[in-house]
């Protein structure tokens, strides 16, 4: 087959994450490999960036500089909440055209994928030859088909580590913690916080997930019970909890709540679940020392806490979006898929399947109320890498003497 020769753009969208420059990374140096790949162009701010044209050359950057930019977190070259409707993708595909351009990625996550789709119907129609690619990323690990995300390994790292912490915290100083992890409608990130256990009485002793009903008489019900065992109690929650009309817990705490730009009750940066969450339990059950706190953006680009496997998974998806576009002339998104112990292999997917919609837990996952399952640890602890471990004096009590 003739190759087809052109410029290539990539472009970054939704929240950033540890690892989304191995996948920037991966696929400008994949390209460098193919002389049909004429230049590669970098949109800044995603979808918003392209079609105003603000764009940098990255073939002009040095193996140097992208290295040493795949290292670090966050978006490189900038992303966007923008959600292109048809007009908006019929403009981003008028500047493709312009530009020349035959190849363009985007890295993101469902939405992204319905983007590329959009782009990729208007190129067709006009007969215009436009290789697009959706490379995966999300921190929730929502895609559909793909087995998890890139991404989402290192920040489930940094929710397990930071419960780690607070349990280590509050066992020092008993109390009730709650701790509110991102995750609208998937709980997989919260459920990382599983992975603080080591011993028996260590928390989050309670998980609550989106997936599941949230009923506030279980939850104090539980909290009580646990308070009573441990004498202290740490949880894990979702953002995304819902009760069992399907409102956000969020809403139904509160008088007032902030929406997104989307109409969404805004969740991801909001104090106020954790608060309300923490009011109800000193209210209810008259327990004083009661604190939350809410992860927010903390869990996305965290340096320092990445795993090894995620950043060489990102930056593979990267380097096969631009293979597969480069040898087969063909669209999609590509996917990761489990083989054997842990292994992957890497596939490409029809935009369709991967645009807008979002993958929960499934219910093998889950177990009751407020805990996950060992079938979830199985499939989540490959993609963490490798965790700190920490330890508990050994020592025998020593007989009291005044007080017998």
């Not at 994450?17 to 996948?23: C, E, F, H, L, Y």
């Not at 339990?281 to 992860?295: C, H, P, Y």
Request: aromatic residues 8%; hydrophobic residues 40%; proline residues 4%.
């Amino acid at each position: 087959m003739e190759k087809l020769t052109g410029k290539a753009i990539i472009a970054m969208g939704g929240g950033p994450t540890a690892v989304i420059n191995q996948s920037l990374v991966g696929a400008v140096l994949q390209a460098r490999q193919y002389p049909n790949i004429t230049q590669f162009y970098g949109a800044f701010r995603g979808v918003e960036g392209l079609v105003n044209e603000e764009f940098v050359n990255l073939t002009e950057a040095t193996k140097h500089n992208l290295e040493m930019v795949a290292l670090t977190p966050g978006a490189g070259i900038r992303s966007t909440r923008v959600k292109p409707d048809e007009e908006f993708c019929k403009r981003i595909f008028d500047v493709c055209k312009a530009h020349t351009i035959h190849y363009f990625f985007y890295i993101g996550g469902n939405d992204s994928a319905e983007t590329c789709r959009i782009v990729n119907k208007f190129a067709q129609e006009a007969g215009y030859e436009l290789r697009v690619t959706h490379i995966p990323k999300t921190i929730d690990n929502d895609l559909r088909v793909t087995d998890h995300c890139p991404g989402y390994g290192s920040a489930a790292k940094f929710v397990a580590q930071a419960f780690m912490g607070v349990n280590l915290d509050n066992r020092s100083l008993p109390g009730v913690y709650i701790g509110v992890v991102m995750g609208r409608h998937a709980g997989f990130l919260t459920a990382a916080s599983v992975f603080a256990r080591k011993y028996h009485d260590d928390g989050p002793h309670l998980i609550y997930l989106p997936e599941r009903p949230f009923d506030s008489d279980e939850f104090l019900g539980s909290v009580d019970a646990a308070y009573k065992e441990f004498g202290r109690v740490v949880i894990a929650v979702s953002e995304g909890i819902i009760d069992a009309s399907g409102t956000p817990v969020v809403a139904s705490l509160l008088d007032s709540v902030e929406k997104d730009a989307h109409g969404n009750v805004q969740l991801s940066g909001n104090t106020s679940l954790g608060d309300a969450l923490a009011e109800i339990v000193k209210k209810r059950l008259n327990i004083k020392r009661v604190r939350s706190d809410t992860f927010g953006y903390l869990q996305r680009s965290f340096l320092g806490c990445v795993s090894q496997i995620d950043a060489n998974e990102a930056r593979e998806v990267g380097e096969r979006a631009v293979q597969i576009a480069a040898w087969h002339r063909v669209d999609g998104s590509i996917t990761i898929e489990r083989v054997g112990d842990y292994g992957v292999r890497y596939n490409l997917t029809p935009l369709k399947d991967v645009a807008k919609e979002t993958k929960s837990m499934p219910d093998s996952f889950i177990h009751g109320a407020n805990n996950v399952t060992d079938e979830f640890k199985m499939y989540a602890r490959p993609l963490m890498g490798e965790l700190p471990v920490y330890d508990r004096i050994q020592a025998p009590k020593v007989e009291k003497i005044l007080k017998k």
